[in-house]
């Protein structure tokens, strides 16, 4: 089984966050779990209880700055906190996601992230 859906919000890169740690940062995975919550309820994502792979891949628009891969992984974070917030994912431990995959961005119109859970 696969599925994947387009959660339209991006976390501060990781080089940005460990310069100015502050409450705007925890504000803002607040937020994106959120969104990948409510993202995840409109779209019908089926929830899972077998092992999954998380994979994610971030979208910029043509005015925003690529980062190295890692640097995405606030974005990761809080997407597969939401999609366990919205009950898609029993929890996150090793047991449930086996593994992350943060690709490359491309580019498109909005920043955002493809997430896709795959089942084993």
């Not at 979208?59 to 366990?84: H, M, Q, W």
Request: aromatic residues 6%.
């Amino acid at each position: 089984m696969k599925q994947t859906m387009f959660v339209p919000w991006l976390a501060e890169s990781l080089n940005k966050k460990n310069k100015f740690v502050n409450r705007s940062a925890n504000k803002s995975q607040k937020e994106g779990r959120l969104i990948s919550r409510i993202t995840a309820i409109k779209n019908n994502v089926e929830p899972v209880n077998d092992p999954i792979d998380l994979i994610f891949s971030p979208v910029l628009s043509k005015k925003s700055r690529a980062f190295d891969c890692i640097n995405y992984a606030p974005t990761c974070k809080a997407i597969e906190d939401g999609l366990v917030d919205a009950g898609i994912l029993k929890n996150d431990s090793n047991k449930y996601v086996r593994s992350i995959t943060i690709e490359a961005p491309t580019r498109g119109i909005l920043n955002g992230c493809y997430v896709t859970i795959e089942k084993h």
